[in-house]
């Protein structure tokens, strides 16, 4: 099995820059894509950014320009680097993330457990 571990968020004031992590470890064969997700209070989870095995990455509108999407293979690690926060960014932020795990095209997919991302203004 797969497991997913963030890390990163806390607390910033508006402007300021967070970096969340998704460490993936376990029986990894490769690497399908990571999704990132943010909830806030009352609202529902809605997709933020991600990137596949292939390197395509994309994100909603909203963060263009300032939410940036990386992995570092070697590490098994998703990254999303988040400049120029904003209150509206303020949520509880999860990866999602399918690895293969065999030769014969077995897939995992899970969420890390979430972790917490307050902007003030």
């Known amino acids: 099995q797969v497991q997913l571990v963030q890390s990163g968020g806390g607390f910033v004031q508006a402007g300021g820059s967070l970096r969340l992590s998704c460490a993936a470890s376990?029986?990894?064969?490769?690497?399908?894509?990571v999704d990132w997700y943010r909830q806030a209070p009352g609202k529902q989870r809605e997709l933020v950014a991600g990137i596949t095995g292939g390197g395509r990455a994309n994100a909603v509108d909203s963060v263009k320009g300032r939410f940036t999407i990386s992995r570092d293979a070697a590490k098994n690690t998703m990254y999303l680097q988040m400049n120029s926060l904003k209150p509206e960014d303020t949520a509880v932020y999860y990866c999602?993330?399918?690895?293969?795990?065999?030769?014969?095209?077995?897939?995992?997919?899970?969420w890390g457990q979430g972790t917490q991302v307050t902007v003030s203004s």
């Open positions: 376990g029986r990894i064969f490769s690497f399908n894509y």
């Open positions: 999602n993330a399918e690895f293969q795990i065999d030769s014969e095209g077995g897939t995992w997919n899970g």
